[in-house]
């Protein structure tokens, strides 16, 4: 398999918060839900780096989709990783999503690892590290 992931889809519990959370509270770019023609076709897409994109998409529809039953959240399953230039860049990206509804997991603070960092969860329960590591150089 050649690496091309291109969609990350965050299954949520209610679209229109979500969305308002990533577009008003985190400052993504988006146009809002498509897909509201289509039986469980409702999504969300933020338009990210490098060809990625994010999706938020109804947890029951994604169930569907897929043919799996709808289980309860578990955050600790993976994290989603969001590299910045500085330990202050951590900082204010914590306190905008603490502002936009956010859980702080784990306040940011130096790393065993030599760098910098912080934890929270989005209103689903969807895990985030932003962190800052200088041996990383972090593209615009």
């Given at each position: 398999?050649?690496?091309?992931?291109?969609?990350?889809?965050?299954?949520?519990?209610?679209?229109?918060?979500?969305?308002?959370?990533?577009?008003?509270?985190?400052?993504?770019?988006?146009?809002?839900?498509?897909?509201?023609?289509?039986?469980?076709?409702?999504?969300?897409?933020?338009?990210?780096n490098d060809d990625l994109i994010l999706?938020?998409?109804?947890?029951t529809s994604l169930a569907k989709d897929?043919?799996?039953?709808?289980?309860?959240?578990?955050?600790?399953?993976?994290?989603?990783?969001?590299?910045?230039?500085?330990?202050?860049?951590?900082?204010?990206?914590?306190?905008?999503?603490?502002?936009?509804?956010?859980?702080?997991?784990?306040?940011?603070?130096?790393?065993?690892?030599?760098g910098y960092a912080g934890y929270f969860?989005?209103?689903?329960?969807?895990?985030?590290?932003?962190?800052?590591?200088?041996?990383?150089?972090?593209?615009?």
């Amino acid at each position: 398999m050649k690496p091309r992931i291109k969609i990350i889809t965050l299954a949520v519990r209610d679209l229109e918060k979500s969305m308002a959370f990533y577009r008003d509270g985190m400052g993504l770019k988006t146009e809002g839900i498509i897909g509201t023609e289509f039986e469980d076709g409702a999504v969300v897409f933020f338009e990210m780096n490098d060809d990625l994109i994010l999706a938020l998409w109804p947890k029951t529809s994604l169930a569907k989709d897929a043919k799996i039953p709808v289980t309860p959240a578990s955050p600790s399953e993976f994290s989603i990783g969001h590299n910045v230039h500085s330990k202050e860049e951590v900082d204010a990206v914590v306190r905008q999503a603490e502002r936009a509804g956010a859980t702080i997991t784990d306040p940011p603070h130096d790393r065993f690892w030599g760098g910098y960092a912080g934890y929270f969860q989005d209103l689903d329960g969807h895990l985030w590290e932003i962190a800052w590591n200088p041996q990383w150089v972090v593209k615009e």
